[in-house]
């Protein structure tokens, strides 16, 4: 597609469940990010995926938190166990590695844990 | 860690009016780059700064890299009504020059 492509838009999800959260990045882009940006604050990144490389996984707030890159493509984020401080817009990003930081964000996942 | 502090934290103004934002750091960056996200919407690149000193325009906009590379200003002339929005600033983590610290965002509203 032309834009980088999230799902679902809204999740709610009860206390202790799991979620999966998709990314569908542009195509040819190398480079895909998973930022998390709490009520009122910043973007804190979580994972960054560069080709076949091994990822980037220094964000990540706890064990918790997985994710995967499938054919250097989709990428999911996995929660488990789900807490409320997790509630937060959960934004993918992808990028060509050359472009100078010329990431394309998508328009995020809006998880509420209750 | 590295932080990037914004202020105003928030803006309220009148249409037409110039707006004003920066964005410090206590450490040293070499790229600035500056966000802004539109209310259920990802962050969208408006002006990317490479050199200290430097003074970029993208439109109503003005970026500039402090020469103390510590810090980085971003105006905006003649504010209209799709202006309204976070404004961030972000430059290369610490951790890696692929990966982006961002500041804490200036929310800006226009009063009818």
């Known amino acids: 597609g032309a834009g980088v492509s999230q799902s679902p838009s809204n999740k709610v999800t009860e206390k202790g469940k799991d979620v999966e959260l998709r990314c569908d990045p542009i195509?040819?882009?190398?480079?895909l990010y998973w930022y998390r940006q709490s009520l009122g604050q910043g973007l804190e990144f979580l994972i960054y995926?560069?080709?076949?490389?091994?990822?980037?996984k220094s964000g990540l707030p706890s064990d918790r938190f997985s994710a995967e890159r499938t054919g250097g493509s989709v990428s999911t984020l996995t929660i488990q166990r789900t807490q409320q401080e997790d509630s937060a817009v959960y934004l993918c990003?992808?990028?060509?590695?050359?472009?100078?930081?010329?990431?394309?964000f998508g328009s995020g996942t809006r998880l509420t844990v209750v | 860690g590295q932080q990037l502090n914004q202020s105003p934290q928030s803006m309220f103004i009148q249409e037409g009016e110039d707006v004003s934002m920066n964005c410090t750091s206590s450490?040293?960056?070499?790229?600035w780059l500056w966000y802004k996200q539109d209310p259920g919407e990802g962050p969208v690149l408006l002006i990317a700064?490479?050199?200290?000193?430097e003074l970029t325009s993208n439109g109503r906009l003005t970026a500039q890299f402090g020469i103390t590379r510590k810090d980085s200003f971003l105006n905006i002339s003649a504010s209209i009504p799709s202006d309204v929005g976070i404004y961030f600033c972000?430059?290369?983590?610490?951790?890696?020059?692929?990966?982006?610290?961002f500041g804490t965002g200036t929310r800006l509203t226009i009063i009818p």
């Open positions: 990003a992808s990028s060509i590695i050359t472009s100078n930081y010329g990431y394309t």
């Open positions: 195509s040819g882009h190398t480079a």
């Open positions: 995926f560069q080709g076949n490389s091994a990822p980037d």
């Open positions: 450490s040293i960056f070499n790229t």
């Open positions: 700064l490479y050199k200290a000193g």
């Open positions: 972000a430059g290369p983590s610490f951790l890696g020059n692929e990966k982006l610290t």
